[in-house]
């Protein structure tokens, strides 16, 4: 992974100002990057500002391009090496979603948000690279896995650690996109051997 502090210009395409200050603030804040925010606020100016500027990252509500509207971005943006992302706050569907680079929720932390660029802008860590699979997983994440392995509904570990239902599922998604495991019994062996549980947690 590249050591050297990534310079990234990034345009938030969001009607609501209050998302996209707030996330402005936290690009400026992620450690490693330097990104220069550009904020718009309709679809209108979107190709112009595009042109204008030649952002590396197009940050977008997905209500703006809809299912085709991305290709049309793509072919416009006229820089096959633009990374567009869908800044969620609501439920979309896969079939949507699938055509971006990456999904950032406004649920996410910033750890979380310097992973999805990182996973974008730089080669990808392995695991001996690290020295920890473990590391793999955020925090949050080690969180809602051992709670998950314990058998707590969504609903349940939203309560418990206060979150809304929907950052759960999108952060169980991540777990199972990050492990490649997808049954709850391949998550409890994993649990067990990366000692995020013990066997008596399950007496």
Same mark, same amino acid.
């Given at each position: 992974?590249?050591?050297?502090?990534?310079?990234?210009?990034?345009?938030?395409?969001?009607?609501?100002?209050?998302?996209?200050?707030?996330?402005?603030?936290?690009?400026? /804040?992620?450690?490693?990057?330097?990104?220069?925010?550009?904020?718009?606020?309709?679809?209108?100016?979107?190709?112009?500002?595009?042109?204008?500027?030649?952002?590396?990252?197009?940050?977008?509500?997905?209500? !703006?391009?809809?299912?085709?509207?991305?290709?049309? $971005?793509?072919? +416009?943006?006229?820089?096959? +090496?633009?990374?567009?992302?869908?800044?969620?706050? %609501? &439920?979309?569907?896969?079939?949507?979603?699938?055509?971006?680079?990456?999904?950032?929720?406004?649920?996410?932390? $910033?750890?979380?948000?310097?992973?999805?660029?990182?996973?974008?802008?730089?080669?990808? +860590? &392995?695991?001996?690279?690290?020295?920890?699979?473990?590391?793999?997983?955020?925090?949050?994440?080690?969180?809602?896995?051992?709670?998950?392995?314990?058998?707590? &509904?969504?609903?349940?570990?939203?309560?418990?650690? !206060?979150?809304? %239902?929907? %950052?759960?599922?999108?952060?169980?998604?991540?777990?199972? /996109?990050?492990?490649?495991?997808?049954? &709850?019994?391949?998550? %409890?062996?994993?649990?067990?051997?990366?000692?995020?549980?013990?066997?008596?947690? !399950?007496?």
């Amino acid at each position: 992974m590249k050591t050297e502090e990534n310079i990234l210009k990034a345009l938030i395409a969001e009607p609501s100002a209050i998302l996209r200050s707030g996330l402005s603030m936290v690009l400026k /804040r992620i450690p490693g990057y330097r990104v220069l925010p550009i904020e718009i606020s309709s679809i209108e100016s979107l190709g112009h500002i595009l042109e204008q500027h030649k952002p590396d990252l197009l940050i977008i509500n997905p209500s !703006f391009l809809g299912v085709t509207g991305i290709d049309n $971005t793509r072919n +416009e943006s006229m820089n096959p +090496e633009l990374k567009i992302v869908a800044l969620t706050s %609501t &439920t979309y569907s896969e079939g949507i979603l699938a055509k971006y680079d990456e999904v950032i929720d406004i649920h996410d932390s $910033t750890e979380q948000i310097k992973q999805r660029l990182d996973k974008l802008f730089n080669e990808p +860590e &392995t695991a001996s690279e690290s020295g920890d699979e473990n590391e793999l997983l955020s925090i949050r994440e080690k969180e809602i896995l051992v709670l998950v392995v314990k058998g707590m &509904t969504n609903k349940e570990i939203a309560q418990k650690l !206060f979150l809304s %239902t929907h %950052t759960v599922v999108t952060h169980r998604r991540n777990i199972a /996109r990050k492990l490649e495991i997808h049954s &709850t019994s391949g998550l %409890t062996v994993y649990a067990i051997v990366n000692k995020l549980v013990e066997l008596d947690d !399950f007496k």
